[in-house]
């Protein structure tokens, strides 16, 4: 078995087209896949012909072709190192979304997520590597929080008009696994419902039918929001054990809750869980101003993955120090907490370069929304642009159902997540449709032509 740079390539002769061509795209495939390190040094032209059996000419048209796509530096003396290309280093965008994802799709707009901050993270990564040998010499079990970024977030919260104590919070492995401890620990009653939004966010309702809890919905729209006295009356008729609320750029809809309704709404007598995950992408000129919502009765949650990775899986529960001392003896509370370098890499994210890196990914949000936007007009289509988060929510019009455009959509190769997996009911919402504009101009280019076809 070939080992070294020839072994990380694989079968790449069985590939068709010229050696130069399959060589190259070899070359790119293992970068992408890790089997390739970015910074790994390339043996010389002479040698990589003799190791893989080829002329030096075709050596070096691979070389030059991958040089100019940006996936090669090549420096006089020193030879040459794989890396990944600035276009894609430099995006919001994820990778996978060019080239599909879910199933056999070609597009796939199901999931509103981001890129990594590609140089932001790396850095992040290296100084939260040399901050490691403390951990190392401890049992690596992982905590509740470590004290750094609980004293982070809590003065992050204090900044923003919040007075926020340490002891306050618990990081969890994300704002899912959050809910899910909240869930856990808050809803005794299987005879209560618990209110939620509909639409909403799907992951909250997976937690919440994982534990058969029963559904108490209350409508929220793009265009109006939250109708406040329909959930007021809705509190006092049915009596819930819990609110989940999205009151930042709610997803999928992108609504954004007032100063007012937040304060009604702090008001109900009963625990209010609010996610808090899409609060800091407001693309809004200026900023918005809206106070959290916040009160003796809500339970805040929030993540690092939608402003900053999904793939860091670090997130936290603001509540009353009380609170947490349950929360910490609750047996789900070990499985749900990050590892120790998780914690120790979203410290450095959170920390002072944050905005820095915010300004830029709601720069580039903002463009590739209204570019979203410009591709929809006069389709019929309806929707309300938003003030912030990562997706458009469409309403269509009488026919095709969503249900329908989506199996249509994914004929061509476009993935797409219609109305009815945002609804609590699981039925209605027939006729709306999420389509994130988190991927590139050119993609959501293309994704929009697509649907424009399926309803022709």
């Given amino acids: 078995m070939e080992t070294g740079f020839a072994g990380a390539l694989g079968a790449w002769r069985a590939r068709k087209g010229p050696l130069a061509h399959a060589l190259s795209a070899a070359v790119r495939e293992a970068v992408i896949d ?16 003799r190791t893989l059996g080829l002329s030096r000419g075709t050596v070096v048209s691979a070389l030059t072709r991958l040089r ?10 020193s030879g040459s190192v ?6 894609l280093t430099e995006r919001t965008t994820p990778w ?10 070609d597009l796939d707009l199901t999931l509103a997520v981001t890129a990594a901050p590609h140089d932001a993270y790396l850095a992040a990564l290296d100084r939260a590597a040399g901050r ?12 509740a929080g470590l004290p750094r970024l609980c004293a982070l977030l809590a003065e992050r919260y204090t900044r923003t008009g919040l007075p926020t104590r340490p002891e306050q919070i618990l990081v969890t492995s994300g704002a899912q696994a959050a809910l899910t401890l909240l869930v856990e620990h808050l809803h005794t009653d299987r005879g209560r419902p618990v209110a939620v939004e509909s639409p909403t966010y799907p992951g909250a ?3 919440l039918r994982g534990r058969r809890a029963r559904l108490l919905p209350v409508p929220v729209s793009a265009a109006d929001g939250w109708d406040t006295e329909h959930l007021t009356a809705a509190v006092r008729r049915r009596n819930p054990q819990l609110l989940y609320l999205i009151p930042d750029f709610h997803n999928p809809t992108g609504a954004h809750m007032s100063a007012a309704a937040r304060a009604e709404i702090a008001r109900l007598p009963v625990p209010v869980i609010v996610d808090e995950t899409m609060r800091d992408l407001d693309l809004r000129q200026p900023a918005g101003t809206e106070p959290r919502l916040a009160g003796p009765h809500v339970i805040q949650i929030g993540s690092a993955s939608k402003i900053l990775w999904s793939g860091l899986r670090v997130g936290w529960i603001r509540t009353t120090a009380a609170l947490v001392r349950q929360l910490r003896r609750n047996p789900l509370q070990p499985p749900l907490s990050p590892p120790p370098l998780e914690q120790l890499i979203a ?7 944050l905005e820095e890196v915010l300004i830029d990914r709601r720069t580039r949000l903002r463009a590739q929304r209204d570019h979203l936007a410009g591709l929809l007009d006069g389709t019929g289509w309806t929707y309300t642009i938003p003030g912030g988060g990562l997706s458009l929510w469409l309403r269509l019009g009488a026919t095709p159902t969503a249900a329908e455009l989506a199996v249509r959509a994914a004929r061509r190769g476009l993935a797409l997540t219609p109305g009815p997996f ?25 994704a929009v032509r697509l649907l424009r076809d399926c309803c022709d």
């Fill in 34 to 49: 890790g089997r390739l390190p970015a910074g790994s040094r390339l043996p010389s032209e002479r040698e990589l012909a």
């Fill in 68 to 77: 100019d796509d940006g996936w090669l530096h090549t420096r006089h003396g």
């Fill in 82 to 87: 794989v890396r990944l290309p600035v276009r």
């Fill in 96 to 105: 996978s979304l060019d080239r599909g994802g879910a199933g056999e799709a």
């Fill in 132 to 143: 490691s040998p403390s951990l190392l010499v401890d049992s690596g079990v992982a905590t």
């Fill in 205 to 207: 309702l997976a937690v």
């Fill in 347 to 353: 410290a450095e994210l959170l920390g002072d370069g």
């Fill in 422 to 446: 945002f609804a609590a009911d699981r039925a209605t919402l027939a006729h709306h449709l999420r389509l994130p504009f988190t991927a590139t101009p050119d993609v959501l280019t293309r």
